[in-house]
Each structure stands twice: as structure tokens, then as C-alpha cells.
């Protein structure tokens, strides 16, 4: 007898039915920027429709719309006024970061903050880490890692995420979080975020392009899978609660693999240059970005991740909790 898979597909109540995969506002997380500084709400020219906020009322406004579109979760990052060797204002308890953990923490209670914890975008030279001769050094690196997490997290930070790829961040950041009674405070890890061309919208609004050299002496090669299961294990070893892979389109067999092998939950990055080839793909009728998008979003859900996080959320939770 003939197999007849196409039974299932002749109707549209049908085929919704028999769906494997889903995406639901509730698995997005939206990043947000915050510039330190007032009454700022600048377009990031490399990532239209998402923000430059000063952490006052342009915040307050467009928290209250993130929260109205039914996301429950944003991811922060910081730009400060002020940049040193050490990267100062990520851990200063008034820098940009932290002026937001505080005001969200107590006028939007029900709003679940994460944290970007690395140094490049607070540090003169754009590194991830401390530069000395030349080199970005590990071990001296991971005191102000952990120190910036605790800052955080201090303001009202729920999560903190560290991007940094330094090895050994998560336990330093976990011991400095018990050893301070932050025991319950979860910690994301980058485990797997590779040296990726993808970033480059994102490093044009964070200014966090480094002056000299690149990052593959820390990010990993994208032509490595193993490799991203050992740094998930070790990040798992040192406590990490969630893992996530970074960027997302381009790395689903990292994602599925990782997926097979742990048992929490995974997480994925779609990262800022992923945002603004759909994007712009759509504005120069290429491609109807709206169905790329739904198409794109769910091959990484079908792929293992059970959060996504992506600069495409605002929107999307907005059109997925109308219909
Ligand atoms: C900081 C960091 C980066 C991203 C997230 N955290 C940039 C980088 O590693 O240069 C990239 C996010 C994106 O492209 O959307 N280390």
C-alpha cells in the first residue's frame, strides 16, 4: 500500500495539529542598549529599529512597550561615556548597566533582567579582556569579570551572561556570587560563541571593535564542533545554569549537538549581523523577511534551543500575541 505522508498537510487545521515546532513570545529574549548619559534615544543606524536608551524616560518608554508586547525577558548591554585599560565603568556601581538593572528593577518588577558581563565595550582598547604586552591575558582577566558580574547583579540583575570566552569566568563569577549571598542568581554561559563575522552590526553600536588584532585568541574557530561540546562541559563543570551558542543560523549543528549532550537548557544567540541581513533582505525586496524570519527563528528551535535570543522580538511577540 502506498505511504501517504501529504494526509496530513491537505489542511490548514491539520497541518497547525500535527506541528512539531513553535515559536512563543515566551522563548524570546530582546536585547537592549543602554548608553550612559540623558534623555537619549537614538536609532542604531546598524541595527534599525532597536535603540541607543539612556537609563531615565527613554528607557522607562520603551520597557513599558517591551513589556506590553508580552516579552518577559531582556538581555543588557552597556555603552559608557568613559572608557580605561581595565574597562572601569562595567563594574562601577553608577555605570550604565548598572543606572539600568536599578530603575527596571523597581519600576517593572515582573521584567526578567539578564546581563552581558565582558569588557570589550567599556575597555580603551576593545578588547574582551586586560592587555598586557600585546596579549589579552586570562587569569588577570577573570577578577574584573567577576567583579562586574557582582555590580550587576548588586543593581538588580536576575542573570548574568558572560560573553568573554576567558576560560575559567564562570567559576570565578559563581564563587564571587555565592561567596556574596547571591547564590540563587543563575548564570547564562556564551559556552560556544565563535570568532564570527556576524557580530559587526553589533560592534558598530556597542563601539567595542577592537583597536589592534582580532578575537580568535579567545572565540572559537567556526570550523570546530567538538571543541564547542568540551567548552559547554567545562561551563557546565564550573556551574554554569544555561548554555548558549553563539551565532545561531550559522552553527545549528552546534546547537543540536550541544542539545544531545546536556540537560539544561539551551539557549541561542542570533546574532546582530543574522538581524541585518533579514532586515535589510526585506527592504530591498529580496525576500519576504516576515516569513525568513518565522522560517529562520524556527529551524534554531527545531535545532534544540529553548530560548532564542534575538533583536527581532519586539516585533515578533507584538505579531504573535495579536493573533
Ligand atoms: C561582547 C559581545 C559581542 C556580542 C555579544 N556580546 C560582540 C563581540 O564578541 O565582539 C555580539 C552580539 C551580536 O552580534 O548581536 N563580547
Request: charged letters at 25%; a negative charge.
Amino acid at each position: 500500500m502506498l505511504k501517504r505522508p501529504r494526509r496530513l498537510r491537505y489542511q490548514q487545521n491539520l497541518r497547525e495539529l500535527v506541528q512539531e515546532t513553535r515559536i512563543n513570545p515566551e522563548d524570546l529574549i530582546y536585547p537592549i542598549f543602554i548608553k550612559e548619559g540623558r534623555e537619549i534615544k537614538q536609532e542604531i543606524p546598524s541595527l534599525p529599529g532597536c535603540y541607543h536608551l539612556s537609563p531615565d524616560d527613554c528607557l522607562r518608554e520603551e520597557v513599558a512597550r517591551i513589556r506590553e508586547s508580552g516579552l518577559k525577558g531582556v538581555l543588557i548591554f552597556g555603552i559608557p561615556a568613559e572608557r580605561d585599560a581595565t574597562g572601569s565603568r562595567a563594574r562601577e556601581s553608577d555605570g550604565p548597566v548598572q543606572q539600568a538593572c536599578r530603575l527596571l528593577q523597581s519600576e517593572f518588577p515582573e521584567l526578567y533582567i539578564i546581563t552581558d558581563v565582558c569588557l570589550c565595550g567599556y575597555t580603551s582598547h576593545g578588547h574582551c579582556g586586560i592587555v598586557e604586552d600585546g596579549r589579552i591575558k586570562n587569569d588577570s582577566t577573570l577578577p574584573y569579570l567577576a567583579e562586574t558580574a557582582l555590580s550587576q547583579v548588586e543593581s538588580g540583575a536576575d542573570m548574568v551572561a558572560p560573553s568573554d570566552m576567558m576560560d575559567g569566568r564562570i567559576r570565578a563569577i559563581r564563587e564571587k556570587l555565592d561567596q556574596s549571598g547571591y547564590t540563587h542568581i543563575p548564570v547564562m554561559s556564551y559556552a560556544a560563541k565563535y570568532a564570527s563575522a556576524f557580530y559587526g552590526p553589533f560592534r558598530e553600536a556597542c563601539e567595542s571593535s577592537p583597536d589592534f588584532g582580532d578575537r580568535s585568541s579567545h572565540q572559537m574557530n567556526p570550523a570546530n564542533a567538538r571543541e564547542a561540546l568540551r567548552e559547554a562541559k567545562l561551563d557546565l563543570e564550573e556551574g554554569a545554569d544555561i548554555i548558549m551558542i553563539k551565532p545561531a543560523l550559522a552553527y545549528l549543528d552546534i546547537i543540536y549537538r550541544i542539545r544531545q549532550q546536556v540537560d539544561v537548557p539551551v539557549a541561542a544567540y542570533s546574532v546582530s549581523g543574522e538581524y541585518s541581513l533579514i532586515k535589510n533582505g526585506g527592504q530591498a525586496g529580496l525576500v519576504d523577511s516576515r516569513e525568513v524570519l518565522l522560517e529562520t527563528l524556527t529551524a534554531i528551535k527545531r535545532a534544540g534551543a529553548d530560548l532564542i535570543i534575538t533583536y527581532h522580538a519586539l516585533d515578533l511577540a507584538r505579531e504573535l500575541n495579536k493573533s
